[in-house]
């Protein structure tokens, strides 16, 4: 598979990685961890070097199978983790934290579960309003050189927060949520990003499933689907109304012999060089449609199609319940 640098500092990545968090957490129950294994292997066989976990999915179970997955190819792969949430003893969140010494701490667990003793790229999982970014991006500076881990990411972060943190220690990647049904970050993000040379990384390229056209409004989620039971545009009737994207990209598609996966994920590589997007899936045969993407090429007139059947669709719901929106662009 072709690859990608994200940011100045010349972490190189396979163009499409590989989002693990469905595999243990928020879609439904947890995939056996044998056959997460061998999916996450299947992928590294097919190309992917670029692997995306957290302490908080689960917690921790999703870093313990991807340790164990990548274990045997560990010098070809780069792995991202995360840390900045509080997880009680029942291992729920309980807000999030930021403080220096909670970030070396949770740095060493994580090398634990991964089974490394280097993190390839660390994000903080969201901005904590009460630890000053200079804080944490010096504490993850003091990490890279001891040699615990090799890049700083953020996630969900504003422009503000990352040029504040990016003076302190450069920044290698933001990660946040990126897709034809989702282009906030058009505004303000991939413009300072370019700027200070910053790579990106969407997640949930397909708008976690719907642009597939596999969801409909007659779609039942498991009790366990995050959802079905957090996300506005998942209500029955947002499904229903969110449609005429889904119908406009499958149109696009067949015209061009690939998927609306395909083309979804196509159309993220086109937006700049250094984007590399972590679609999930728990199928094999879903991981090869998604990766088979790389080898769509647009043409200038193909994203022009694109733009002008999207352009005029407004999309029923918000991203996220205001809850989950305080926590982003912070």
């Not at 928020?26 to 997460?36: I, Q, V």
């Not at 997007?277 to 647009?298: C, D, M, Q, Y």
Request: aromatic share 8%; proline share 6%.
């Amino acid at each position: 598979m072709q690859t990608r640098t994200l940011g100045n500092g010349g972490l190189e990545v396979s163009a499409i990685g590989l989002g693990c968090m469905g595999l243990s957490y928020a879609y439904g129950p947890a995939t056996d961890t044998k056959d997460a294994v061998a999916l996450i292997r299947a992928a590294v066989e097919r190309g992917v070097t670029f692997f995306d976990t957290a302490e908080v999915y689960g917690p921790y179970v999703n870093e313990e199978v991807v340790g164990e997955a990548l274990r045997p190819f560990r010098n070809e792969v780069v792995i991202a983790t995360k840390f900045g949430f509080k997880i009680d003893e029942r291992g729920a969140q309980s807000g999030m934290d930021s403080r220096p010494e909670h970030i070396r701490e949770v740095a060493d667990e994580s090398l634990k579960r991964l089974k490394t003793d280097v993190i390839d790229l660390f994000y903080q999982h969201r901005v904590d309003p009460n630890v000053p970014i200079e804080d944490v991006a010096g504490t993850v500076k003091d990490l890279i050189a001891e040699g615990k881990v090799r890049h700083f990411g953020l996630s969900e972060a504003g422009a503000d927060t990352i040029r504040r943190a990016h003076a302190v220690q450069p920044v290698t990647a933001l990660q946040s949520e990126y897709s034809l049904w989702w282009r906030e970050p058009e505004k303000d993000i991939l413009p300072t990003l370019e700027e200070l040379g910053i790579g990106f990384v969407p997640f949930s390229p397909l708008g976690k499933g719907f642009l597939t056209g596999a969801i409909t409004e007659d779609t039942t989620f498991d009790a366990m689907d995050y959802r079905a039971k957090v996300f506005p545009r998942f209500t029955p009737e947002a499904r229903k109304a969110n449609k005429p994207i889904v119908e406009a990209l499958a149109h696009i598609a067949r015209g061009m012999d690939v998927t609306p996966a395909q083309l979804a994920i196509a159309w993220l590589l086109a937006q700049r060089p250094w984007i590399a997007p972590i679609p999930g899936t728990t199928k094999i045969h879903r991981l090869e449609e998604n990766l088979a993407a790389a080898a769509v090429t647009l043409t200038p007139d193909d994203l022009r199609s694109i733009e002008a059947a999207v352009s005029g669709i407004a999309i029923e719901g918000a991203r996220y319940p205001a809850y989950l929106a305080q926590r982003v662009g912070k």
